[in-house]
């Protein structure tokens, strides 16, 4: 069939050129003329394929250029907010961001470490800029990552102090990271090892960032930082003695396990344990015994040797080890109240005996602690001080405990040995008092306080399993000195 001469190739040149306007992000002929005299190229509708795509290149260019530009100044503008928001002459109630209310949140309380130098300042706010820019989700994310058996989680706008604070060992800059990941939990792990990280890293080890309830903290950071650098976990100044095979086994540590049950781990593994062993060991108080680790050693040993014993008799060996030789007590319950007496046998060595003889030792010493563990129920009169509420992002309230039942609650949830204060509040020594903390699922115990009622002292402030508190919660509780008219001992830091 044949065409009429010039039909087709003006129709086709028609339809290329409607296209070429709708790449270029044009509607009419008339705009294409006015965007050609603008950057430079001719005005004519007749152009090759070649002309055309130096064109849409150039275009792409331009909308990079003006996407980057556009992206910094979003940045400079959140730099800005946060140099505003970090200032003394805001206020809390100014600030109508949710994100920058925690932000100014953050450095009241952590300001001493922000401006510690001018380095530490410079990189807090670089890292939340484009953390806020990115719309990362972790900087969203007001729930702490609280790990197994860590007694205590910050939230992860909390980390970001440490990151800031470990800057110089930054490998790569800020600005060139994305978030990867669907979770707050896969970007925060990608952010570290962005930052820290050369080669493989296992997961369990991020959790170091996310916890600061003792000093160690930050010996655990540094570990983080050398092995993120390429060092063996053997050059680092760890609390027990490890092997190359040790070593091994840690970095191949189950993802679910903190850093004290992961040394453990490469431990037992290393010694020629099982995994069964291993996670029947994680389930007792023995991962965070890294003191004394010759005599741990031996049990390690001891329990490899007698792989025939009852695994769910480890921890009942465990508590009962930790009496004899150390005088840590366990008084029974679902959640054991921890306390320290002196050791009854501080030279209890497990070396040549069997099992039947240690487990018969066992059982006669918890039946020892359930006689001891019976406690009276009494009540007693309130101290006169003022209960405390206070609300800054959440809710907090202070309330005195007035009965032995809720004090032996105090002491199972928190796992310490506030059951034992009742002769010091029924002989109106001491007044004991639960910090609590407001969140979705309702209110949490954060701490536990006693106040000396004869010069209304702070004579001791601890968290759960013995932590000392976090810079929230002394905030609150300084806050509740002074309007009760309290005083602090000097062995309490706040």
């Known amino acids: 069939m044949s065409h009429r001469k010039g039909t087709y190739t003006k129709q086709n040149a028609a339809a290329e050129l409607l296209a070429h306007l709708q790449s270029l992000g044009l509607e009419t002929p008339e705009d294409y003329r006015q965007w050609c005299v603008e950057n430079g190229f001719r005005t004519s509708f007749r152009k090759s394929r070649f002309q055309r795509r130096e064109e849409l290149l150039y275009f792409r260019r331009q909308m990079a250029v003006n996407s980057l530009r556009q992206r910094k100044q979003e940045q400079r503008s959140i730099v800005d907010k946060l140099e505003a928001v970090c200032s003394k002459e805001v206020s809390k109630k100014s600030i109508t961001d949710p994100v920058l209310r925690m932000i100014w949140q953050l450095h009241d309380q952590e300001s001493p470490c922000i401006n510690h130098s001018e380095m530490t300042r410079d990189s807090f706010m670089r890292l939340v800029s484009h953390l806020y820019c990115s719309k990362t989700k972790f900087i969203l994310d007001r729930v702490a990552l609280t790990q197994q058996r860590y007694p205590w989680g910050v939230r992860y706008i909390d980390a970001l102090v440490f990151i800031a604070s470990k800057a110089s060992y930054w490998i790569r800059p800020i600005e060139t990271w994305k978030p990867r990941g669907t979770s707050a939990r896969r970007q925060f792990s990608s952010l570290l090892r962005h930052l820290f990280v050369k080669y493989q ?37 760890l609390p027990v003695s490890y092997s190359k095979k040790m070593a091994h086994f840690f970095m191949q540590a189950p993802q679910d396990l903190t850093i004290l049950q992961a040394l453990r781990w490469g431990q037992v593994l290393g010694m020629g344990g099982d995994p069964g062993l291993g996670r029947a060991i994680m389930q007792s108080p023995f991962p965070e015994e890294l003191s004394n680790d010759q005599f741990w050693t031996t049990v390690i040993q001891w329990l490899i040797h007698h792989a025939s014993l009852d695994r769910r008799q480890i921890q009942s060996i465990v508590e009962f080890l930790r009496y004899q030789r150390f005088g840590v007590f366990t008084i029974p319950g679902d959640n054991g109240v921890y306390d320290e007496v002196d050791a009854p046998a501080p030279d209890y060595s497990i070396k040549g005996r069997t099992p039947r003889s240690l487990l018969r030792d066992v059982a006669d010493w918890h ?50 040995c506030v059951a034992s204060y009742i002769g010091n509040c029924t002989g109106g020594e ?48 300084r806050r509740w000195a002074e309007t009760a008219g309290l005083k602090f001992s000097r062995y309490v830091n706040v």
Not at 205 to 230: A, H, I, K, M
Not at 375 to 398: H, K, V
Not at 449 to 463: A, C, H, P, T, Y
Request: charged content about 35%; some cysteine.
């Open 367 to 416: 039946r020892e602690q359930e006689q001891k563990s019976k406690i009276p129920e009494c009540t007693w009169d309130a101290s006169g001080i003022r209960e405390f509420d206070y609300e800054d992002e959440n809710r907090w309230m202070i309330r005195e405990i007035l009965t032995s039942d809720d004090l032996v609650t105090e002491g199972n949830q928190m796992k310490h």
């Open 201 to 237: 890293m296992p997961r369990f080890f991020d959790s170091v960032w996310l916890v600061n309830y003792t000093p160690e903290c930050e010996d655990w950071r540094e570990w983080y930082l050398e092995v993120g650098q390429g060092q063996n976990i053997r050059n680092c100044r």
């Open 430 to 477: 001491s007044s004991i008092w639960s910090m609590q903390i407001e969140l979705q699922q309702g209110f949490k115990k954060a701490i536990t306080i006693e106040v000396r009622k004869d010069n209304n002292l702070i004579s001791e402030v601890r968290g759960k399993a013995n932590r000392l508190p976090n810079p929230r919660e002394r905030n609150v509780l």
